[in-house]
T-cell receptor, first 111, second 112 residues
Framework: GESVGLHLPTLSVQEGDNSIINCAYS??????FIWYKQESGKGPQFIID?????DKRQGQRVTVLLNKTVKHLSLQIAATQPGDSAVYFC??????????FGAGTRLFVKA | KAGVTQTPRYLIKTRGQQVTLSCSPI?????VSWYQQTPGQGLQFLFE???????NKGNFPGRFSGRQFSNSRSEMNVSTLELGDSALYLC???????????FGDGTRLSIL
């Protein structure tokens, strides 16, 4: 069935370093992918998205890479800051009108 | 522009009761989705509405239902509450499919 998974449940990085959060998806028909950030006590916050006709998309300090061949998605955060500490979810829209979320990766930023 | 508003923020109920949660989407957004978030299951899709029509439904029992009004505001209802229904219920709105969803901060439902 459809699923979106994350390779690592937790990630710890030093402040100022780059972070890479990975995600695998199984539905080859998915055409829209999104990364969300969720801080404690809040709802998920949209970070960046990418459509299946693209391989890479850049935002402010964030880059999403999509590898359709191996059905892999990654989020890169440049110069990670303490404020980046949160749980990060990848999500896919694979047709229909629902979004499937991965399990989430908790990012810890060490000062 | 105001974000997605969910009310109430916290709710305590007992088993067997029913509950109604409310969601006001971002102005202009006609798609509203509901999710259940628990530590063990993560974010699980409940249903999605667009222009008052349910377009998709997740794998939840019939005790979970929803509706959307002509102004795009949405409600979800859970009847005959069970302990396992304790969760954070999140609402998200978007312009349509393949557009970013914007989430509210959720309603924390606790069942005693």
């Amino acid at each position: 069935g459809e699923s979106v998974g994350l390779h690592l449940p937790t990630l710890s990085v030093q402040e100022g370093d780059n972070s890479i959060i990975n995600c695998a998806y199984s539905n080859s028909a998915s055409d829209y992918f999104i990364w969300y950030k969720q801080e404690s006590g809040k709802g998920p916050q949209f970070i960046i998205d990418i459509r299946s006709n693209m391989d890479k998309r850049q935002g402010q300090r964030v880059t999403v890479l999509l590898n359709k061949t191996v059905k892999h998605l990654s989020l890169q955060i440049a110069a990670t800051q303490p404020g980046d500490s949160a749980v990060y979810f990848c999500a896919e829209n694979g047709g229909g009108f629902k979004t499937i979320f991965g399990a989430g990766t908790r990012l810890f930023v060490k000062a | 522009k105001a974000g997605v508003t969910q009310t109430p923020r916290y709710l305590i109920k007992t088993r067997g009761q029913q509950v109604t949660l409310s969601c006001s989407p971002i102005s202009g957004h006609r798609s509203v989705s509901w999710y259940q978030q628990t530590p063990g299951q993560g974010l699980q899709f409940l249903f999605e509405y667009f222009s008052e029509t349910q377009r998709n439904k997740g794998n939840f029992p019939g005790r979970f239902s929803g509706r959307q009004f002509s102004n795009s505001r949405s409600e979800m209802n859970v009847s005959t509450l069970e302990l396992g229904d304790s969760a954070l219920y999140l609402c998200a709105s978007s312009l349509d499919r393949s557009q970013p969803q914007h989430f509210g901060d959720g309603t924390r439902l606790s069942i005693l």
